[in-house]
């Protein structure tokens, strides 16, 4: 009977524990996801009273630049041994994506809320998170220059892709995160570099409140974290703001079916007997597609 008990407890526990990283974990991805949203559909309704447009991207431009970027950061991985330079870079490469993404949606808002001094506070409030990820790298100051970044880029990127063009990126970029995680494993190397850095381009999931104080530094790979990759939020999100154009409540409407494929995601990797990192962007696509054709039946469009 005792051991029984302790079995339950244990499950219990485990159970508990589950629920509450995926909690976290949806929470964190909804907000980003809502945040890029709307500074997309505020950035398009700018553009539009202004009559501008952003110059679309092809699927072979964005393509070439993955393959730039991603072949840049495993060359520091594989090619640059001195640990304190390689640090060093990929803390540059963080500080980037951070300051581009972030100003564009800090800029957006509080232009909207200062109409004359709103850039200014802008700069100086993506410089001071800059600052405190720094000196004082928390996951939940992570967390919030991640969001931003990924927002921001998200809107932007998003407004330059046609629907059509980001299923076609969907399905490659399934594919390639399927190899990427489970045949040459050059995600998880990646991964696990930037982590041990403590630059991560990903949002770190803890298990309660109390995780989101501990510091970067803190974190390891096989810790007790949830590590879910910043290319596993925006897609979907870009893929939701590629949609504006049809109305934002098509690009809410995929949202929510991109929340079915992260929960996906995470039952897969919840259920396996020796839990190791799993590639969340194919359940996502896949449930983002079935989304697209139930919105192009309900617009009555066709596929392409």
């Not at 700069?123 to 927002?151: E, G, P, R, S, Y």
């Amino acid at each position: 009977m005792s051991g029984n008990k302790e079995d339950n407890t244990k499950k219990e526990k485990k159970e508990k524990i589950s629920f509450s990283v995926f909690f976290w974990e949806f929470a964190l991805f909804s907000f980003t996801l809502f945040l890029g949203i709307v500074t997309g559909e505020r950035i398009s309704h700018i553009l539009e009273i202004q009559k501008a447009s952003l110059s679309p991207i092809s699927p072979f431009q964005f393509i070439l630049y993955f393959i730039v970027g991603t072949g840049m950061v495993l060359s520091l991985i594989f090619f640059i041994r001195s640990k304190q330079r390689k640090g060093k870079i990929f803390k540059i490469l963080f500080v980037f994506s951070v300051f581009w993404g972030g100003l564009v949606v800090l800029n957006l808002w509080f232009n909207e809320i200062f109409p004359h001094t709103g850039g200014l506070l802008a700069l100086a409030t993506i410089l001071f998170l800059i600052l405190l990820w720094l000196k004082k790298a928390n996951v939940l100051i992570h967390n919030l220059c991640i969001i931003l970044a990924i927002a921001g880029a998200g809107a932007i990127i998003g407004l330059r892709l046609y629907p059509q063009t980001m299923v076609i990126l969907l399905v490659l970029f399934s594919i390639y995160d399927f190899v990427a995680v489970y045949k040459t494993r050059h995600m998880v190397k990646m991964a696990k570099e930037m982590i041990s850095y403590g630059s991560p381009l990903a949002l770190i999931i803890p298990q309660d409140l109390q995780g989101f104080k501990k510091k970067l530094k803190e974190i390891s790979p096989e810790g007790k974290f949830l590590v879910l990759g910043g290319g596993d939020i925006a897609f979907p999100l870009i893929f939701c703001v590629s949609l504006i154009s049809q109305g934002s409540f098509w690009s809410f409407l995929m949202s929510l079916f991109s929340l079915g494929g992260l929960l996906l995601s995470f039952i897969l990797f919840f259920i396996q007997k020796k839990r190791k990192p799993i590639p969340a962007l194919p359940p996502i696509t896949l449930f983002l597609l079935i989304g697209y054709m139930i919105i192009l039946y309900l617009l009555r469009k066709n596929f392409f």
